[in-house]
């Protein structure tokens, strides 16, 4: 039976770094959290790290007002939800040629704030122009994508809530640690536990 259980968790580690690769393809990015007041401050973060939850991202230059102006509104939203328990994750990109100019985003602001490097890939990946908004549903894909600048959208609260409430309840196969979230972390665990011929029940998904 273990020896059953340890060919399926090598099997599932494979097909979950493969998943992992492919969901997230396109609508994802590795990049440092510059925020020191984040609680991600130092970590790689993106869109495949907080699989599981939904995740918001905003586009901007530290160096411009507006940009400023919009990334604090929707922090302020961030800050509500987290403190109603709700699995949402805040991520402002900007652009390390700004770099300078970060303190507008970091001051008094508690979201991760990356800076995509030259020649900015994730900027081209995504497309994104300045105050661009995209919000993601817990599988990854892409459910609102529109540009802020002139305000943010009425509904977003409310659209917030309903993805929120499209996550199932069920506990997620493979989530090692127990977090609620299947992310980055587990798949680093389940690959561990394969390299050291190790068993762990719940990185067992088959």
């Known amino acids: 039976m273990y020896k059953f259980g340890e060919k399926m968790l090598?099997?599932?580690?494979?097909?979950t770094l493969l998943l992992f690769s492919s969901v997230f393809s396109q609508y994802d990015y590795s990049l440092e959290d510059l925020n020191s007041t984040s609680q991600f401050y130092g970590q790689e973060v993106g869109t495949s790290y907080f699989?599981?939850?939904?995740?918001?991202?905003?586009?901007?230059?530290?160096n411009w007002g507006l940009c400023t102006a919009r990334f604090?509104?929707?922090?302020?939203?961030?800050?509500?939800?987290?403190?109603?328990?709700?699995?949402?994750?805040?991520?402002?990109?900007?652009?390390?040629?700004?770099?300078?100019?970060?303190?507008?985003?970091v001051n008094s602001n508690d979201a991760p704030v990356c800076g995509d490097t030259s020649p900015f890939t994730t900027w081209s990946a995504w497309d994104a122009?300045?105050?661009?908004?995209?919000?993601?549903?817990y599988e990854g894909n892409v459910v609102f994508h529109e540009n802020i600048s002139s305000g943010l959208p009425s509904n977003l609260n409310s659209l917030i809530y309903e993805l929120v409430d499209a996550i199932p309840d069920d506990s997620i196969l493979g989530d090692t640690n127990n977090d609620g979230v299947l992310n980055v972390l587990d798949v680093v665990t389940i690959v561990n536990l394969v390299l050291n011929n190790?068993?762990?029940?719940?990185?067992d998904m088959s």
């Open 51 to 62: 699989s599981g939850q939904v995740s918001i991202h905003y586009f901007g230059h530290y």
């Open 129 to 137: 122009s300045q105050r661009d908004l995209f919000i993601l549903d």
């Open 10 to 15: 090598k099997t599932n580690a494979i097909l």
């Open 72 to 105: 604090g509104e929707l922090n302020d939203f961030f800050v509500q939800w987290l403190d109603e328990g709700l699995p949402v994750q805040l991520i402002g990109v900007g652009k390390d040629s700004h770099l300078s100019a970060l303190g507008n985003w």
């Open 198 to 203: 190790n068993y762990d029940e719940s990185a």
